[in-house]
């Protein structure tokens, strides 16, 4: 089992930066591939960046590619995004995921997930 504490959403103007943390409860949080979901209203949940268990490979949707920045400490139990450049289109609610084996785009393949930050960029 794993619980998944998502912090540091918030409003920001376009342009700006934000650094999202996702902290992992458990001793197996190293096992597990992370990603970093987003949701906007009326939209589907997609996979923004995801990272290995080991954090020696790392997935970016084409949409953030330059400017996210998706990174893990296995001894702190926490995944991190940090997000650049940011865009009134990157407002949403983001959320963290976790799963056992590789990473995968699609949300309904992670078995754990967080309760969500809002991120709000201005134009």
């Known amino acids: 089992q794993v619980q998944l504490v998502e912090s540091g959403g918030g409003l920001v103007q376009a342009g700006g930066s934000l650094r999202l943390s996702c902290a992992a409860s458990?001793?197996?949080?190293?096992?597990?591939?992370m990603g970093w979901f987003r949701q906007a209203p009326g939209k589907e949940r997609d996979l923004v960046a995801a990272?290995?268990?080991?954090?020696?490979?790392?997935y970016y949707a084409d949409t953030v590619k330059g400017r996210f920045t998706i990174s893990r400490d296995n001894a702190k139990n926490t995944v991190y995004l940090q997000m650049g450049s940011l865009k009134p289109e990157d407002t949403a609610v983001y959320y963290c995921?976790?799963?056992?084996?590789?990473?995968?785009?699609?949300?309904?393949?992670?078995?754990?997930w967080g309760q969500g930050t809002q991120v709000t960029v201005s134009s």
């Open positions: 995921a976790a799963r056992q084996s590789s990473i995968l785009r699609d949300y309904r393949a992670y078995d754990y």
């Open positions: 458990g001793r197996t949080f190293s096992s597990y591939a």
């Open positions: 990272i290995t268990s080991g954090g020696g490979s790392t």
